[in-house]
Each structure stands twice: as structure tokens, then as C-alpha cells.
T-cell receptor, first 122, second 108 residues
Framework: GAVVSQHPSRVICKSGTSVKIECRSL??????MFWYRQFPKQSLMLMAT?????????EQGVEKDKFLINHASLTLSTLTVTSAHPEDSSFYIC??????????????????FGPGTRLTVL | DAKTTQPPSMDCAEGRAANLPCNHS???????VYWYRQIHSQGPQYIIH???NNETNEMASLIITEDRKSSTLILPHATLRDTAVYYC?????????FGGGTRVLVKP
């Protein structure tokens, strides 16, 4: 149980285009989902926190107009990278926090992570 | 989130126990210690977490010092598939803040 999927797993696009990445919790509901970015040989950096039915909360330095987040249901959040540029090339990872923490063993902060999406902007 | 300090890398032998240290001297009373690992090019995987008491599950054991300023993750019988970056995180509330982690290489 507690599986999170991401689609696509890998995408290559031209500079200036927009790319949408989907994050789905497959067997649980998640009121909160998180989006991270990871550059090569670096750690994960939280970009934004996405709450179902409300606006996302972005971390300092992350442009909300460039990284559009939509969390329209309890099982789906999307990240759209608008007008992508080569410097946006990265590994994007989402995670989901179960709606009822009593369902899983991890407590308040247990998050289940997707497999990641590797974005390459040419 | 509490700042955590981990050694950047360590090797361990297949079949032996791997002991991964973490310092979190500024951890506050309501912050849990979480351990995640990330195998190359995959999303992080939850391992274990604890507040004050030692914890054990099917993957690992977590030993937290009485003053809560440090902890040790123990992989009882390391396998080659345990090669990964292991992250120790002190967290309360909603966010997980990932530090540099420890790159663990399990050798045959």
C-alpha cells in the first residue's frame, strides 16, 4: 500500500515550452502533497506544499508563476513548468502525506514519494 | 526543522550491520527523528522514525540517545540493495527538510 506514481517518468522538451507533471496517490487519499527538485549530486529541495482545494505554498526563491501547482483532488496534484529553460532541467519528485495518519505507521510527517520525473530542457 | 549532521559517506560489508550516525543537537522537544533513503534515481523511501524511545521495524532499528542530541540508524544485515543515500531529518509539522545525507556503499 501507500504507492505514489508520477507521470511522465522522463521528458525532454524545447526551451520555451511548458511541461506538466502528474503526481497520484494510488491507494490512499492525500490532502497534502509536496513537490521537490533535485539537481545532480545534490539533496532534495522542497519547492512547494500543495493542499487539496487551496493555493499552494511556495518556498522562498521558488517562482509561483513559473511552477504552477494544482491539487484538484485528494489523489492528484500537478506541477506545470512554464516556459521551461535549460536551467530548469532537474529531477522533480512529489510526495504525498496520507489524509489520516493513523492508517500508516509513520506518524505526522511520513510522506510517500513518487519515483520522480527527469526533465531535460534543450 | 532541526539541523542534522551526518558523515558524507561510509562503506560497509555485505552481511554485516551498518551503523549510521546522525547529530541533531538543536532538535526541539516536539520534533521526531525521521530516516529516509534514496536509491539512485528513485524517490526517497521511508525507513523509520522515533521521538524518544528506540524503535525497530522490518527494515532497521533506530537508537536515540537519552538527551536526543544524536541517533543511530542500524541496518542489521546490510545487502547490496541497501546501497543508497540515507537522510536523517528532524521534523515537526508538515515539512521534511533534507540535508546532505550519508552515501552508503555496501561492498561484497
Amino acid at each position: 500500500g501507500a504507492v505514489v506514481s508520477q507521470h511522465p517518468s522522463r521528458v525532454i522538451c524545447k526551451s520555451g515550452t511548458s511541461v506538466k507533471i502528474e503526481c497520484r496517490s494510488l491507494d490512499f487519499q492525500a490532502t497534502t502533497m509536496f513537490w521537490y527538485r533535485q539537481f545532480p549530486k545534490q539533496s532534495l529541495m522542497l519547492m512547494a506544499t500543495s493542499n487539496e482545494g487551496s493555493k499552494a505554498t511556495y518556498e522562498q526563491g521558488v517562482e509561483k508563476d513559473k511552477f504552477l501547482i494544482n491539487h484538484a483532488s485528494l489523489t492528484l496534484s500537478t506541477l506545470t513548468v512554464t516556459s521551461a529553460h535549460p536551467e530548469d532541467s532537474s529531477f522533480y519528485i512529489c510526495s504525498a502525506r496520507p489524509w489520516r495518519v493513523g492508517v500508516v505507521a509513520g506518524g505526522d510527517n511520513e510522506q510517500f514519494f513518487g519515483p520522480g520525473t527527469r526533465l531535460t530542457v534543450l | 526543522d532541526a539541523k542534522t549532521t551526518q558523515p558524507p559517506s561510509m562503506d560497509c560489508a555485505e552481511g554485516r550491520a551498518a551503523n549510521l550516525p546522525c547529530n541533531h543537537s538543536t532538535i526541539s522537544g516536539n520534533e521526531y527523528v525521521y530516516w529516509y533513503r534514496q536509491i539512485h534515481s528513485q524517490g526517497p523511501q521511508y525507513i523509520i522514525h522515533g521521538l524518544k524511545n528506540n524503535e525497530t521495524n522490518e527494515m532497521a532499528s533506530l537508537i536515540i540517545t537519552e538527551d536526543r542530541k544524536s541517533s543511530t540508524l542500524i541496518l542489521p544485515h546490510a545487502t547490496l540493495r541497501d546501497t543508497a543515500v540515507y537522510y536523517c531529518i528532524g521534523a515537526a509539522g508538515n515539512k521534511l527538510t533534507f540535508g546532505g545525507g550519508t552515501r552508503v556503499l555496501v561492498k561484497p
